[in-house]
């Protein structure tokens, strides 16, 4: 339950002045809140990205040409303009350094007067441009007497805007909502906040919405780096709660001799890499100890992750567990049975794949298998773990590709089987600030080396125009035995408009390379997937066109080239997985970026970037540099609430510090208890994290 303390912040925003309906709209676009009603709080997290500064008061003759000024004048005279010239309004004023000219257009002369009487005395404010030597102020932002002058905010906050929205409007709003929060006990550490001398969290929003300094809404001053502070806290402390929680449900320690590791070995065509037996003998260690595991494995593409997974599956099994695959999509989850499937033979280790288009028959098997413990491995989608699937006895359930396996879905695993060890592999080689943003909770085993004999993918960009000289280029490839994909990309977001995109590349193909060419998209049922992928695989078409569909884990060992048409439409991210594609054997591969001129300056960076270099953390890092954090790892699609006030960029190392807190925190007050816990819960509210409350004995 919520505390009550916190209502008015979740109060709707319709209650703040000027918020009817139609501003609430734009308001949760503005906010970021799109499933939801606007509450009061969203608006108190809008923070100011500039200030305009009216402290400066030269006088009139004074008045630097194009500054912001406030003056104190006399007003003389109006002088409308004669009718039907097209002239502006203009109102006379003087101080004792000159005078000034108030020009209006489209001036309603009878609000004008009222505002700027005659023989009174007025404060404006805006910007004064001197025209012909003389000077004058447009529109003054701010027109107002003596008494309104001393409420006037001199420092005045700059909100980022959206079209239909009027500042002064959003302003207002923020102001009463700022009126409304109501004061909060403090729930950081006393002795931190007197170190970083920040101050308390009313406060610090008070500051940010009415600055008194420009540095007051820096992203670097105390105010700003408490919000953001807080928000990591929330974030790392809804984490550790997941993770003590999971520890908590004991978890069974399984140890096996390796018997079944031992066969999977042999049956390999490679030896392992250093990374790869360092990871498997950490995982090792997690499942024999009687904690569950929460284990994160960081691996760049064709790392080799799978065999990983693999083998902490088989050590469970050998246990006497089962355990279960989950991969994004359909197509990887047929791809990862086919690749562990003739190893688990090999093994006598049964494994069985169930998406969610088996028929009734063969979903009643799987399920009886899993039920009797027949079968030892289920191989997945995600959505498998949302199904009403029950398991003889689930002992690891590993989840692969996965950014978008939130802090929901690791709770959703809780109920499968008893203390099930987690083990997530992400491909996407994320910044360590990002690591401990989403993967808080978790240890992380790294593959830094990929495996022997690599070599770095040849990356050159094209433009589209050349279209021609590219198809060429591929005959000659394809002369030469290679095998190519042909990715096209997303248009406007729409899947339908995307298929078409692809059987037209796919028909244009085809009339240069005949039946050699098949094609893959997301609108095929699994079963054409599948036989389109099997033929690329098997060598019966050399040319594969796909939509984005192959973004993730597609292993086809002996492709060597890639084309990505309208490589431009790509992120970075995005870039890098698709042309991990290729690179996976001994043979020189190529990635052709395709590009439709002229170039963006992000777009030009971005390809550039994928010339120079095959380093997955340097692409990461680079991405992160230009398109900030919610987009690397899909969560903006995903729901998973990203950060408001706290920029990786800038706040990024404060994430170390809420992490090491967020773990004292709860090994001194396990159930947020104590005064600072209770505090605590509020901060989880505030920051929409409160979903970790109900781990809690006493939530
Ligand atoms: P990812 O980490 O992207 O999931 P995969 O597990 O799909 O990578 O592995 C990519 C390819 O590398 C596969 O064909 C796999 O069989 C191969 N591979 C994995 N480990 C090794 C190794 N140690 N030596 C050589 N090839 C390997
Ligand atoms: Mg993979």
Not at 247 to 270: D, H, N, Q, Y
Not at 525 to 547: C, H, Y
Not at 565 to 576: K, S, T
């Amino acid at each position: 339950m919520r505390p009550p303390l916190l209502d008015p912040l979740f109060a709707a925003a319709t209650d703040l002045p000027g918020i009817g309906p139609k501003v609430e709209k734009l308001l949760r676009g503005l906010l970021g809140v799109s499933e939801r009603d606007t509450r009061i709080g969203d608006l108190l997290f809008h923070l100011p990205h500039s200030v305009i500064d009216r402290r400066r008061q030269p006088g009139i003759a004074h008045s630097p040409e194009g500054a912001i000024v406030t003056l104190k004048v006399r007003i003389d005279r109006h002088q409308a303009a004669p009718a039907a010239s097209r002239a502006p309004y203009k109102v006379f004023a003087h101080d004792e350094t000159g005078e000034i000219q108030l020009v209006f257009f489209h001036a309603r002369r009878d609000w004008l007067e009222k505002t700027l009487p005659e023989g009174e005395t007025r404060y404006v404010s805006g910007k004064v441009e001197w025209f012909n030597g003389r000077p004058q102020m447009v529109h003054p932002d701010h027109m107002v007497d003596e008494t309104s002058f001393a409420e006037m905010p001199l420092i005045e906050p700059v909100y980022p805007m959206t079209a239909g929205l009027s500042p002064k409007t959003l302003q207002k709003a923020i102001t009463a909502a700022l009126d409304l929060l109501p004061p909060m006990p403090e729930w950081l550490d006393e002795a931190h906040l007197a170190r970083d001398h920040w101050p308390d969290f009313n406060t610090a929003l008070e500051t940010v919405h009415r600055p008194e300094d420009p540095a007051d809404i820096d992203p670097k001053s105390p105010a700003v780096m408490r919000l953001a502070y807080d928000e990591y806290l929330a974030s790392q402390l809804a984490l550790a709660m997941v993770r003590s929680h999971m520890r908590k449900t004991a978890g069974v320690g399984r140890t096996s001799a390796g018997l079944l590791k031992e066969k999977i070995l042999a049956a390999l065509p490679f030896h392992l890499t250093p990374g790869q037996a360092q990871a498997i003998s950490e995982i090792e260690g997690d499942l024999a100890a009687s904690t569950r595991m929460l284990r994160l494995v960081q691996g760049d593409v064709g790392a080799g992750k799978t065999v990983v997974a693999l083998i902490a599956m088989a050590d469970v099994v050998e246990a006497g567990g089962q355990a279960a695959m989950m991969a994004p999509t359909e197509l990887l989850a047929h791809q990862h049975l086919r690749a562990i499937g003739p190893l688990c033979e090999a093994a006598g280790i049964k494994a069985a794949l169930l998406t969610g288009k088996a028929k009734p028959a063969e979903r009643r098997a799987i399920l009886a298998g899993l039920e009797s413990g027949e079968i030892d491995i289920l191989v997945g989608t995600h959505a498998l773990f949302q199904a009403t699937i029950a398991f003889k006895d689930l002992g690891l359930a590993v989840v692969d590709e996965q950014h978008r396996f939130g802090v929901h879905q690791r709770l959703a695993l809780q109920g499968k089987g008893r203390g099930v060890d987690v083990l997530v592999m992400t491909a996407t080689p994320i910044p360590r600030t990002l690591v401990l943003t989403y993967f808080g909770d978790m240890e992380v085993s790294q593959l830094p080396d990929k495996p022997a004999g690599r070599k770095p993918i040849e990356t050159r960009s094209v433009s589209l125009d050349r279209l021609f000289d590219v198809v060429d280029g591929l005959k000659r490839a394809l002369a030469d035995g290679q095998k190519v994909y042909w990715v096209c990309p997303l248009v406007e977001e729409s899947e339908v408009l995307d298929v078409t995109a692809a059987e037209e590349r796919y028909g244009t193909l085809q009339q240069v390379f005949g039946d050699q060419v098949s094609l893959v998209h997301g609108r095929m049922s699994a079963a054409e997937k599948d036989a389109a992928m099997q033929d690329f695989k098997d060598g019966r078409t050399r040319i594969l066109v796909a939509t984005t569909v192959i973004e993730v884990g597609v292993d086809v060992s002996d492709a060597t080239i890639i084309v990505i048409e309208h490589a431009e439409r790509f992120g970075l991210a995005q870039l890098h997985q698709l042309r991990g594609r290729v690179g996976r054997g001994d043979k020189q591969s190529t990635c052709l970026l395709l590009y439709k001129g002229p170039l963006g300056e992000t777009a030009k960076a971005r390809l550039a970037i994928m010339r120079e270099t095959n380093d997955g953390f340097v692409i990461a890092e680079e991405d992160l540099r230009l398109r900030g954090e919610g987009e690397i790892l899909g969560t903006r699609q995903s729901g998973m609430p990203g950060f408001r006030i706290a920029q990786i960029e800038t706040h990024g190392e404060l994430m170390e510090t809420a992490r090491a807190d967020a773990r004292l925190i709860l090994a001194n007050d396990p159930d947020l208890e104590g005064p600072r816990g209770q505090a605590l819960r509020l901060l989880l509210y505030i920051f929409g994290r409160d979903e970790a409350i109900r781990l809690l004995r006493a939530g």
